[in-house]
């Protein structure tokens, strides 16, 4: 019967889940002429996700905000097991943050105008030049103080365990010269995994942990700060989920 109600469930699920995007990619237009530094546009991103989340039964809870300061820029690494991981970060993290994504994915109405206006950043792909000078944008945007959230990753995964990292976004953080904050989801493979668009109710815990110093790291250690952020979210997979 659970499972019935699911499917049942997941129709109207997914047409809120775009309705909430119109509803808030619009709001987001709205309040950007006022507030050109994208912050105020991020609170809407918040909300959007919240209603995502909410739509769809996901109790989510952020732990480890103590890890965090609202006046340092980091590169936010995360676990990616499920299309919910990014309303996930988006609804709780508990500072601005911006993401990389595909330059046409920009054009895609409400959602992609919000993340134009709101200064999210655009990686052209069109050839190694224009991507070489789009992850340049990337690198001074976080020196200049904007934190990023990743999936080291790169795509979700089809089994709930780790793959292999991308070094790429590891040069980032080390070339803007700030610290990577490791970060763990769980639940989220339980509730949506890759193989189906039926979200199930749930649990979803996303748990900072204390940010890695990238000043001691270069190119030729890259290896070992990619080892030592992916065991830090290891760690915390394998580890007792945190009390509520």
Request: with cysteine.
């Amino acid at each position: 019967m659970r499972l019935l109600l699911v499917y049942l469930w997941a129709i109207p699920a997914n047409l809120l889940w775009y309705t909430h995007t119109i509803l808030m990619g619009s709001l987001s237009l709205l309040v950007w002429p006022f507030d050109r530094s994208g912050n105020k546009q991020f609170w809407c991103a918040r909300w959007w996700c919240r209603l995502v989340a909410w739509s769809i039964f996901a109790r989510i809870r952020v732990h480890g905000v103590e890890n965090v300061r609202p006046d340092q820029p980091y590169v936010y690494m995360a676990n990616h097991s499920s299309l919910i991981d990014t309303p996930a970060l988006f609804a709780y993290l508990p500072y601005p943050f911006r993401i990389m994504a595909k330059r046409g994915l920009f054009y895609v109405p409400f959602s992609g105008w919000h993340l134009w206006t709101a200064g999210h950043f655009p990686i052209d792909r069109g050839n190694a030049r224009k991507t070489v000078a789009s992850l340049r944008r990337v690198i001074e945007g976080v020196r200049n103080g904007r934190s990023l959230a990743v999936f080291p990753e790169g795509t979700r995964t089809p089994d709930g365990r780790l793959q292999t990292f991308q070094s790429g976004v590891f040069k980032i953080a080390v070339k803007a010269g700030v610290p990577i904050v490791p970060v763990t989801i769980r639940g989220t493979f339980e509730l949506l995994p890759k193989t189906t668009l039926a979200p199930r109710p749930g649990r979803v815990d996303v748990i900072l942990g204390e940010p890695i110093d990238t000043t001691d790291y270069n190119d030729k250690r890259l290896d070992d700060l990619i080892a030592r952020t992916k065991a830090a979210i290891q760690q915390t997979l394998d580890s007792e989920p945190p009390a509520r």
